[in-house]
């Protein structure tokens, strides 16, 4: 049996029960075999494959917390420190019903190699809670983040563990704990990103995570002479990520014509109305059944079906495994070119095998959507010199990270023999750093 094999059947029989993270571990070591099976004798001599997979520390605790009718609640928190080879540790809080261990080790996993493609000195990491702030009361979410937060504290620190936002921890949220974390250890540090700007945060970080994923698309198709001017564009989701997605969509002469949450999605011919977009989701916090109310002439359905829609770019930006082997059927019958990950892991591991068969061009989210995390790492670099950039000056540095990764990728694929597939090739180009890394520091 290959060294790979072992290692998965390894991973598959010690974490029982968590799907998400084995379907990750899966597809990024058997991406990997080109490189672990040239340097088999020594990676497994030094347990190199091991050390990667298994997190550097779990923490796993109750958040008990009073809601407005006086009643003690109890959720469990969760912060997976994975890997710090080449930082500290760096990512997201998920504030959400589905949130489990295995989901924080999937999302913590694939979080090493995002960081590493950044270019950027950070390890990775992930956090989050069952909690569901969604129809909760300011009062209550401040309860349940002081709580949170009066646990973790003990744990991270600006150059040891530098959690952020994620799904479910929005601004409010992340203004919490870090008055929280702040009254606790009694130092004002750049321990959170996704700061207010009022307090350390940084400019672009709230369109960082939409606006690179369309930097990488652009990065992409003009290397094969294209650009996005005149295509058409299916958006699934309609947070953070999909709203500031749609809007750089326009920008740079796209058409998005779709956007979903959990209970429906819409079908706008004429193009999302950004504005409307805005006002229902940040403004209102509603839901997308609204949208009618500003363009009659939209389509709203319940359910999902974004991926029905006739596109040249689909973007997947809401949770994991949305698109399945059905919807990646579709895309195909429907002409679809390019499938770029603006969510974490939101295609099933058979949807993105039937894509890459099928020849359409497939940006996995590890690339494409690490420019959130890459303007995390500027933002601490702001609060590190004590200066706040310009939204010119920390976007145009997105826009050059977004490129090298994008090119990275491209030639890692290309050394390996594995020309336009861009999974292999961001999977490989991550886990050189990491590896050189980990040899330089020896067995730890």
Same mark, same amino acid.
């Given at each position: 049996?290959?060294?790979?094999?072992?290692?998965?059947?390894?991973?598959?029989?010690?974490?029982?029960?968590?799907?998400?993270?084995?379907?990750?571990?899966?597809?990024?070591?058997?991406?990997?075999?080109?490189? &672990?099976?040239?340097?088999?004798?020594?990676?497994?001599?030094?347990?190199?494959?091991?050390?990667?997979?298994?997190?550097?520390?779990?923490?796993?605790? *109750?958040?008990?917390?009073?809601?407005?009718?006086?009643?003690?609640?109890?959720?469990?928190?969760? *912060?997976?420190?994975?890997?710090?080879?080449?930082?500290?540790?760096?990512?997201?809080?998920? #504030?959400?019903?589905?949130?489990?261990?295995?989901?924080?080790?999937?999302?913590?996993?694939?979080?090493?190699?995002?960081?590493?493609?950044?270019?950027?000195? %950070?390890?990775? $990491?992930?956090?989050?809670?069952? =909690?569901? /702030?969604?129809?909760?009361?300011?009062?209550?979410?401040?309860?349940?983040?002081?709580?949170?937060?009066?646990?973790?504290?003990?744990?991270? $620190?600006?150059?040891?563990?530098?959690?952020?936002?994620?799904?479910?921890?929005?601004?409010?949220?992340?203004?919490?704990?870090?008055?929280?974390?702040?009254?606790?250890?009694?130092?004002?540090?750049?321990?959170?990103?996704?700061?207010?700007?009022?307090?350390?945060?940084?400019?672009? *970080?709230?369109?960082?995570?939409?606006?690179?994923? #369309?930097?990488?698309?652009?990065?992409?198709?003009?290397?094969?002479?294209?650009?996005?001017?005149?295509?058409?564009?299916?958006?699934?989701?309609?947070?953070?990520?999909?709203?500031?997605?749609?809007?750089?969509?326009?920008?740079?002469?796209?058409? /998005?014509?779709?956007?979903?949450?959990?209970?429906?999605?819409?079908?706008?011919?004429?193009?999302?109305?950004?504005?409307?977009?805005?006002? %229902?989701?940040?403004?209102?916090?509603?839901?997308?059944?609204?949208?009618?109310?500003?363009? /009659? !002439?939209?389509?709203?359905?319940?359910?999902?079906?974004?991926?029905?829609?006739?596109?040249?770019?689909?973007?997947?930006?809401?949770?994991?495994?949305?698109?399945?082997?059905?919807?990646?059927?579709?895309? &195909?019958?429907?002409?679809?070119?390019?499938?770029?990950?603006?969510?974490?892991?939101?295609?099933?591991?058979?949807?993105?095998?039937?894509?890459?068969?099928? $020849?359409?061009?497939?940006?996995?989210?590890?690339?494409?959507?690490? +420019?959130?995390?890459?303007?995390?790492?500027?933002?601490?670099?702001?609060?590190?010199?004590?200066?706040?950039?310009? =939204?010119?000056?920390?976007?145009?540095?997105?826009?050059?990270?977004?490129?090298?990764?994008?090119?990275?990728?491209? !030639?890692?694929?290309?050394?390996?023999?594995?020309?336009?597939?861009?999974? &292999?090739?961001?999977?490989?180009? +991550?886990?050189?750093?990491?590896?050189?890394?980990?040899?330089?520091?020896? %067995?730890?």
């Amino acid at each position: 049996m290959s060294y790979v094999d072992e290692v998965i059947e390894r991973i598959v029989k010690e974490n029982p029960n968590e799907p998400e993270f084995h379907q990750a571990v899966k597809e990024v070591l058997n991406s990997l075999r080109p490189v &672990v099976d040239a340097n088999e004798e020594k990676f497994r001599k030094d347990a190199l494959l091991e050390r990667l997979t298994n997190p550097e520390r779990q923490l796993k605790f *109750r958040v008990p917390w009073v809601d407005d009718k006086g009643q003690v609640q109890v959720n469990t928190g969760y *912060r997976v420190q994975y890997s710090s080879a080449i930082g500290p540790y760096k990512g997201g809080i998920r #504030l959400h019903p589905s949130v489990n261990l295995g989901i924080i080790k999937f999302l913590g996993f694939e979080q090493i190699f995002k960081n590493s493609l950044t270019g950027l000195p %950070i390890g990775g $990491g992930k956090g989050g809670s069952d =909690f569901d /702030p969604k129809g909760k009361s300011d009062r209550e979410v401040m309860a349940f983040c002081q709580s949170f937060m009066t646990e973790l504290c003990k744990y991270i $620190g600006a150059d040891t563990d530098v959690p952020a936002g994620d799904i479910g921890t929005g601004a409010r949220e992340i203004g919490y704990m870090f008055g929280q974390y702040k009254r606790i250890r009694g130092v004002y540090e750049g321990v959170l990103t996704g700061k207010g700007l009022s307090y350390g945060g940084s400019l672009a *970080r709230k369109e960082a995570t939409g606006y690179g994923l #369309l930097y990488i698309v652009q990065e992409m198709l003009k290397s094969k002479g294209d650009s996005l001017q005149g295509k058409t564009v299916i958006v699934s989701g309609a947070g953070n990520v999909a709203t500031y997605a749609i809007e750089k969509a326009y920008q740079l002469g796209g058409k /998005p014509v779709t956007c979903s949450d959990s209970t429906g999605w819409v079908y706008d011919p004429d193009g999302i109305d950004l504005d409307a977009l805005k006002e %229902i989701k940040e403004v209102k916090r509603a839901r997308l059944t609204e949208y009618r109310n500003y363009r /009659p !002439n939209a389509e709203y359905h319940e359910g999902r079906g974004v991926w029905t829609v006739k596109a040249d770019i689909a973007l997947p930006c809401a949770t994991q495994n949305e698109l399945n082997l059905e919807d990646a059927k579709t895309l &195909v019958a429907n002409g679809t070119k390019v499938v770029a990950e603006g969510a974490n892991m939101p295609t099933t591991q058979e949807a993105t095998d039937y894509l890459q068969e099928n $020849g359409i061009i497939f940006l996995p989210g590890k690339a494409a959507n690490a +420019g959130g995390v890459a303007t995390s790492a500027l933002e601490m670099s702001q609060n590190s010199e004590r200066l706040s950039w310009s =939204f010119e000056e920390v976007d145009a540095k997105l826009q050059g990270i977004m490129a090298n990764i994008f090119h990275n990728i491209d !030639n890692a694929a290309k050394k390996y023999g594995f020309e336009g597939n861009y999974v &292999v090739g961001a999977n490989i180009a +991550g886990f050189e750093k990491v590896v050189d890394a980990m040899n330089a520091q020896g %067995i730890v």
